[in-house]
């Protein structure tokens, strides 16, 4: 199997934080090394953002979290300003991470993002779809 390198979208962190189940899988995926992935500074934005404002977590909690993200993710500067998804503008970021990273794959579970199936020759799966197919 080739390296795989992915982009998890926001969804998938906080599915994996708050709920467990297979985006936990993805997560240790990443701990162990067996998929690289990529992550941006508006998707680290993203998940602090909705921890604090629609779970209410606490500063302190929050900044254990991210800094647990950062220690299996490798940070990249997106330059790719798109406008693929129109209905939410904000999926465009996912997008521009995966395009900059060389990603091989994207894992979310947000239907516009799904919707798409396939970004310039980038998957866009669901976790169950990522983990049927390794």
Request: contains cysteine.
């Given at each position: 199997m080739s390296e795989i390198k992915a982009v998890l979208d926001t969804n998938i962190y906080l599915s994996a934080i708050l709920f467990g189940g297979?985006?936990?899988?993805?997560?240790?995926?990443?701990?162990?090394g067996t998929i690289t992935v990529y992550c941006s500074d508006f998707i680290i934005a993203e998940i602090k953002k909705i921890l604090k404002g629609k779970f209410e977590w606490d500063s302190e909690r929050i900044k254990i979290t991210i800094a647990e993200i950062k220690s299996i993710t490798h940070r990249i500067d997106t330059r790719s300003e798109l406008h693929i998804v129109k209905e939410?503008?904000?999926?465009?970021?996912v997008l521009s991470c995966a395009l900059d990273s060389g990603a091989s794959i994207i894992i979310s579970?947000?239907?516009h993002l799904l919707k798409l199936n396939l970004y310039q020759g980038i998957p866009i799966l669901t976790p169950r779809q990522f983990m049927d197919r390794i």
């Amino acid at each position: 199997m080739s390296e795989i390198k992915a982009v998890l979208d926001t969804n998938i962190y906080l599915s994996a934080i708050l709920f467990g189940g297979l985006p936990e899988r993805i997560i240790d995926l990443a701990r162990s090394g067996t998929i690289t992935v990529y992550c941006s500074d508006f998707i680290i934005a993203e998940i602090k953002k909705i921890l604090k404002g629609k779970f209410e977590w606490d500063s302190e909690r929050i900044k254990i979290t991210i800094a647990e993200i950062k220690s299996i993710t490798h940070r990249i500067d997106t330059r790719s300003e798109l406008h693929i998804v129109k209905e939410d503008p904000s999926d465009n970021n996912v997008l521009s991470c995966a395009l900059d990273s060389g990603a091989s794959i994207i894992i979310s579970g947000d239907r516009h993002l799904l919707k798409l199936n396939l970004y310039q020759g980038i998957p866009i799966l669901t976790p169950r779809q990522f983990m049927d197919r390794i």
